[in-house]
Each structure stands twice: as C-alpha cells, then as structure tokens.
C-alpha cells in the first residue's frame, strides 16, 4: 500500500495534537499549553485551544499587534458666573483659561460625558446626556494641519431638535467647543476631544 506524503504529514500531525493535549510529546523548549473554555459555553462542548504562556519570543506575523486605537471624548458643560466659582472637574482644569476667554463665565461644571471609540465611516453616537445627544462620522484626514486628527460629520441635538448639521476638523491637543443654548443664568458649551 502506498501512502501520499500528505497523508502522512497529516497523520503525524493528528498523532503530535493528540499526544500534546494528554500531556505526551511535546517539542524541545515548547510551554504546557492551556485549554481556554469561552466564557457561557459549557465545558463537555467547548472547543479546546492551546495558548502557550509564554509569548516572549512570538513568530512575526502570526501575533499581531493591535492597531492604536483613537477615541472621542464628549463632554456637555454648565458654564455660569455665581459669586464663588467652584473649582472646576479634573476633565477641564486645563481648558478653563481658554474657556473664560471664550466665552466669558467663571465657573465650569461637567453635566455629563461620553467616550467611543472612533470607527471611522460608521456612525457612532456619543451621549453625553441624555437632552443633548451627538451624532459623529469620522474619518481620519490627510491634511498636514489635522496633525492626525479626524474629519468629522457632526450632528448635535438637543432631545430631537437639531441644533447642529456640520462638518469639521478635530485633531489632538485641539479641542471643539460649540456654544449651545441659555440654561438659567448661564450656557451650556459641547465640549469634543480626540484622545490617543
């Protein structure tokens, strides 16, 4: 009888897998593997996977590495002038300066945030409460003054008015704040950030 070197490839393959799961064979320098169960599933039907513990030496090109992955921040802010301002939430220490500037209210408070990450040409909705929902479409730009940033299809309501239909540039270290409607004596700003 004669036998393809195939099969015979395929054979001892079947028999190395079979002795490696019982503990049997295993090449020189080679870890104990670990059988991973998939959280939910039940242990008689789960499919086994050898995962060895130490990756310290991978082969190039069958690990790879994650991709860095952007996120936007959103953040809905109370901006009022009261007589002893509090001192504003950590998110926008750095931001104050500018935002006295701007829009001329000493005191800033954070009514709520969002963070997603940015998949780009898909629609994600940021909801940094619930009265002032965001609607974002990026893709990332290739312009030099972008400096890695993102275009962005931005739709800002307010429940479910629009407020906003734009389309605008947000790069890293250069924040988007959009003067939203009066609240009481004060405003409220949109506040959107790339984040690495």
Not at 109 to 136: K, M, Q, R, Y
Request: glycine share 8%; proline share 12%.
């Amino acid at each position: 009888m004669k036998l393809c070197p195939a099969i015979l490839l395929l054979l001892g393959l079947t028999g190395m897998l079979s002795a490696q799961e019982t503990g049997g064979f295993r090449p020189p320098g080679a870890v104990k593997p670990q059988v991973v169960v998939p959280e939910g599933a039940k242990p008689d039907g789960a499919m086994k996977l050898s995962i060895p513990k130490d990756l310290s030496h991978p082969t190039p090109g069958l690990h790879p590495t994650p991709a860095k992955v952007d996120r936007i921040w959103s953040g809905v802010i109370v901006a009022t002038n009261p007589e002893k301002p509090k001192e504003p939430p950590v998110e926008l220490r750095e931001f104050v300066p500018k935002l006295k500037r701007v829009f001329g209210y000493t005191q800033f408070e954070l009514a709520g945030s969002a963070t997603e990450v940015i998949d780009e040409l898909t629609e994600n909705w940021l909801v940094p409460s619930p009265i002032f929902p965001l609607s974002v479409t990026a893709r990332r730009t290739t312009s030099k003054e972008a400096r890695g940033g993102y275009l962005l299809n931005l739709k800002v309501f307010q429940e479910n008015r629009p407020l906003v239909d734009s389309e605008v540039k947000l790069a890293p270290g250069s924040p988007l704040f959009i003067r939203g409607p009066q609240y009481g004596k004060g405003q409220i700003i949109i506040f959107l950030q790339v984040q690495h």
